[in-house]
Structure formats: C-alpha cells, structure tokens
Nanobody, 122 residues
C-alpha cells in the first residue's frame, strides 16, 4: 500500500522552528514529486513547497520562501520541511502528498498522508 505519514508538528513560539517529516512507503518516491501543503479550517488547502524525486526540481511558495526549506533523504524514503521564523499565520494542519510533478496544484497529487498540526503561538 502507498502510504505517506507526516509528523513533527507541535506548538512553537513565534520566531521558532520546526522540522516536519514525510515518511513514504509502498512506492518508489524518486519516481514522484512530494509536496507539502497546509490547510487552515475554513480555507483552501495551499501548496507550500514541492520537490521532484526524479530531478530534484523545486517549487516554493512566495509567502514561505526563505523561511521554509524542503529536502529529502532517499535512503530513508523521507522528505522534510524545515520551517524557520514561524509566524502565527503559519498555524495550520500540514500535509504531504505524492504526485507526478513538482507543482503546487493540489489536483496533481494522487496520494495524501494524514496531516500534522502546527500551532504557532506565544
């Protein structure tokens, strides 16, 4: 079975950092792109950053550029999202997903993991 599991969320103060992990199994993720998304209740899910397993190409949303960094460890079948300088507006449920292109378009992703809550508050 194809599985993606996001973890690493939690409560952090403004200005703090978190690293999210997306552990994948059941497929060879280097043939896919892995994307990070987030969703606030009542709002649309938005793409944050994606990485292509095939060629390493990246997409980073403007609002998180310079603060969020996506990386991967193929030996662990894991993709990471390092989040620095966190703001209260970053509070959301964060998801990872697998698709065929490193794009922020949600419909391009066919496999989704369960989300992890990130709360930025003092």
């Amino acid at each position: 079975d194809v599985q993606l599991q996001a973890s690493g969320g939690g409560l952090v103060q403004p200005g703090g950092s978190l690293r999210l992990s997306c552990e994948t199994s059941g497929f060879n993720w280097v043939d896919y792109a892995i994307g990070w998304f987030r969703q606030v209740p009542g709002q649309s899910r938005e793409g944050l950053s994606t990485i292509s397993g095939r060629d390493g190409s990246l997409y980073v949303r403007d609002s998180v550029r310079g603060r969020f960094t996506v990386s991967s460890d193929s030996a662990k079948n894991t993709v990471y999202l390092q989040m620095d300088s966190l703001k209260p507006d970053d509070t959301a449920v964060y998801y990872c997903a697998a698709g065929f292109r490193a794009t922020p378009v949600i419909d391009e992703y066919c496999y989704w993991g369960r989300g992890t809550q990130v709360t930025v508050s003092s």
